[in-house]
């Protein structure tokens, strides 16, 4: 049908073209000659035609690629028969068609076969549409909009029409796309209530967060939808298939840019030195490991007892960090001393970070013993080894609950800050006293710098608020919040590995490494916030619970408590906190009794200990809260 209506067209363009080289003269254009030559037209255009295979398109999805070959078809037909008139006029003979002719055929025909495949095409949209189409507005009016714009429309069958593109690159906007006009997003927020717009996809992966945030605030408020489109490179075969569409993900809406602190000394630094992840397969120390391979140290031992999370974690590393060829993989207990040394004296690491730990604070209010011998044994193993071994640099990894502590897990990990600083503190004591004796095993000569690194909830962490409401989501709801009120501080993963990496870099021993968390976030706000996100509406499609706190959470955490104060860095989102310091000998006596309580099983004595060693500890909706007021002796302060 498409080749016989091609080739009407083209005979049709071939009688005006001869009516307006003669002037609109009738009996000059129903002469032999000339019906002989329209006749020749005809069938060379339909030869070229079926060479081309313009009838080929779908004429529903013709574009500018079906345009262009059309029109080569018909210029290679005019162009053959030039050629022939030339060869007739060199021979002596009249020529076979007059030029004059052949041109206004060529641009006739063309206007009219590209002209009706648009046309087609436009009212085929319009007739599946039905007034059912939903206007879309695209963030990121890029070089290939246009092609962006026909690919949406076509992929969903015209049930989205795309009616502005935003753009705050001035350069783009005020001009249009396919017939789409270029915004602001400051001149068309006003604007989008009213062209009823259902849909707002990013088309970019380069926003600013704090621009993306107030782009999704208002349109969530405005009841429109926000998806991401992927990047052209990940489209399946060229082709962007509805399914690609993604939700936002909340982590793309902290508010703020994350933060990028490696230097070149962390980088000299990294490559240079032998380097032990502990619960390298949990949430930090995963990320962790993928951080420190890019880096390519000389040794990457990767230590924890969940052997299926190493093998992956092995897996990915050796598919996706290929440069890294120095990865050991080590399945042991930090509790276990005798693998710890084994692991010491097989590796020599120059740096640890300590990440191994139970952080769950409900399922740790309930068994504390546990949370002691992990925890607090774990972490006393691991630095007494990393000083017996000359390690350069142990850094351990802290939570904002181990400040103003409310439950057993936050105290456990304050215990084993204080354990470390006041470890450090007699290190440096012992150097200062014995003028440099100790050396490592290469005879070069070392003293254990002990860094302790503070920060709020990470999102997408194993067990965290965000997951959780994701599978709530996806059940239906209700997504379940302890309280009204409650406030968080949260960061990306790979943003909380950032700074446990610097810090390593940076620290000289003794310092307490505190994060600038920005604002705090209200997570029944955040809940609400998810719904809207994944579609849905709070309250009416899902619902929110609240459930009351759990055993040991508080309303909010800090990074500091009131003894502590805070010194600037050089990067002005990193901050010291200056701690008080801890006799070594003394704690660590408490600590003795403390683990051999822990190792008896005696919950409540372990706790009553714990209150002593850390005595702003203060139990809330938890069994333990009897405990506090107790005259608890607090532990001697050198300083």
Aim: glycine residues 6%.
């Amino acid at each position: 049908m498409v080749f016989i209506f091609d080739t009407f067209i083209g005979a049709f363009s071939v009688a005006i073209a001869y009516f307006l080289r003669f002037n609109l003269d009738f009996e000059a254009v129903i002469t032999e000659s000339a019906i002989n030559s329209m006749l020749l037209v005809v069938l060379t255009n339909t030869l070229f035609f079926y060479i081309f295979k313009t009838y080929q398109g779908i004429i529903r999805f013709s574009g500018f690629a079906e345009a262009v070959r059309t029109t080569i078809a018909l210029f290679a037909s005019c162009l053959i028969l030039m050629v022939g008139n030339l060869v007739m006029k060199l021979s002596g003979h009249l020529v076979l068609v007059p030029g004059s002719v052949l041109m206004i055929n060529m641009l006739t025909a063309s206007f009219m076969m590209v002209g009706y495949r648009l046309a087609v095409k436009n009212i085929y949209r319009n007739s599946i549409a039905k007034g059912n189409d939903l206007n879309v507005v695209i963030y990121g009016a890029e070089m290939n909009g246009s092609k962006l714009k026909a690919t949406i429309e076509q992929a969903s069958n015209y049930q989205y029409k795309v009616i502005a593109f935003i753009d705050e690159d001035l350069s783009f906007v005020g001009k249009t796309i396919d017939n789409a006009r270029i915004y602001s997003f400051h001149q068309v927020k006003h604007l989008l209530k009213n062209w009823d717009v259902r849909l707002l996809l990013f088309a970019r992966n380069d926003i600013e967060m704090h621009t993306k945030n107030n782009v999704v605030d208002f349109c969530l408020e405005h009841d429109i939808q926000v998806r991401n489109i992927p990047p052209v490179d990940q489209w399946i075969k060229g082709h962007l298939y509805l399914t690609q569409l993604r939700e936002i993900n909340i982590d793309e809406l902290l508010g703020r840019t994350p933060i990028k602190v490696y230097n070149e000394k962390a980088t000299a630094l990294m490559s240079q030195s032998r380097i032990l992840v502990t619960g390298a397969a949990g949430s930090i120390g995963s990320e962790l490991s993928r951080q420190l391979a890019t880096f390519n140290p000389p040794q990457l031992i990767l230590a924890d007892q969940n052997e299926t999370g190493l093998y992956e974690l092995e897996y990915f590393l050796r598919n996706n960090v290929p440069s890294c060829e120095n990865i050991t993989i080590y399945v042991g207990d930090v509790r276990d001393g005798n693998s710890m040394e084994n692991l010491f004296k097989r590796f020599r690491p120059d740096i640890v970070y300590h990440a191994a730990a139970y952080k769950h604070v409900p399922m740790m209010e309930y068994h504390p013993s546990e949370a002691i011998r992990n925890n607090v044994l774990g972490t006393r193993i691991l630095a007494d080894l990393s000083v017996e071994y000359n390690v350069e640099r142990f850094v351990l990894v802290s939570t904002d609950k181990a400040i103003n502590p409310t439950n057993v897990m936050g105290a456990s990990k304050r215990i084993a800050e204080i354990y470390v600083q006041s470890l450090g503190s007699r290190e440096k004591k012992v150097v200062h006293l014995t003028a440099g004796s100790r050396y490592d095993y290469s005879g070069r000569y070392r003293s254990t710098k002990f860094i302790t690194t503070r920060f709020g909830n990470v999102l997408g962490s194993n067990g965290s608020v965000i997951p959780r409401f994701k599978e709530q989501i996806a059940d239906g709801g209700p997504l379940t919040v302890t309280h009204p009120d409650i406030i968080r501080f949260f960061m990306t993963i790979p943003e909380a590995c950032n700074l446990v990496v610097e810090a390593a870099t940076m620290g000289e021993g003794g310092e307490t490494y505190v994060f600038d968390m920005g604002e705090p976030v209200k997570i029944a706000d955040l809940a609400r916030k998810m719904i809207k996100l994944a579609g849905y509406v709070p309250g009416k499609d899902i619902e929110i619970k609240f459930t009351g706190l759990r055993p040991g959470e508080k309303l909010f955490e800090e990074l500091l408590n009131k003894k502590e104060s805070v010194q600037q860095t050089y990067h002005d989102k990193i901050l010291i906190g200056r701690v008080p310091e801890y006799d070594y000998y003394q704690i660590n006596q408490l600590i003795d009794t403390l683990i051999e309580l822990a190792y008896r099983n005696d919950d409540e004595d372990v706790v009553r200990q714990m209150k002593r060693i850390v005595p702003e500890f203060k139990s809330k909706n938890s069994i333990y809260q009897h405990m506090d007021g107790l005259d608890n002796p607090n532990v001697a302060i050198s300083s």
